[in-house]
């Protein structure tokens, strides 16, 4: 499981839109803010952004992020300005200001051997918004927690399946994909609140998805002990 260094870098965001304007002068480039996928392409160091909804845009200025290599898939917010002049395949030219990287991971399964109970652990949590990528791809999680938040207490997020776990039925058991959204605070000092963002990879659950409304998703969280959350995909909403 990889260390998560929760972002301390938050954006004032409402998530469920793509792009923020922010307040300019008349004769000053606007900054947006977008939540995005990065895509690298094959053979080079090159890479565009997916939008949540779907739409792509295309960095003008790569050499801009020195020589700094993104994995496929990786999640990120990009801060930007659009361009006017279009780029043949892309919904969107863009100069790149800044890209903060958001942790993003793969669902794992509690099992006998590696994946136990203890190492995911089930320290509280709370979710604040979660949403599902237009391609059903994503699953991006604004949550809360409590610790020191120094660079030396770590702490783990994972989205788990948990073959053993009961989960509370809707009007039909089969309508939603059963997760859970793990915590492990490593016994870190509950000092203060803290916020961050975490996606996860729906890659290992995609064959599931045909037919589904959404994702149900338990959570052991601060104040009110476990809850169950329904997280529709796009196609239901």
Known sequence: MKNLKFIVFIFAVITAIPFLQSCEDDDTPTNLLAIS????????????????????MFPSNPQGMGAKEYEDGQRAFVIFNKLDDPVNGYD???????????LTKEIITIDEDE????????NDINTTYMWITQDN???TIEFQ?????????????NLVINPSDEHPTADSDNDYINLEFRHNNEGDYPEHLGEGYVSFKLDKIKDQIEGKKGLRIRVNTINNGIRYYEVKFPSEK
């Open 92 to 102: 969107y030219n863009i100069q790149v200001k800044r890209i903060q990287e958001i």
């Open 145 to 157: 927690y409590y610790g020191t938040h120094t660079e030396d207490k770590k702490h783990f997020l």
């Open 137 to 139: 791809k994503y699953l």
């Open 115 to 122: 994946n136990t109970e203890e190492k995911i652990g089930d």
């Open 37 to 56: 996928t990065i895509n690298t392409i094959q053979d080079s160091k090159d890479f565009y952004f997916t939008l949540d909804d779907g739409k792509t």
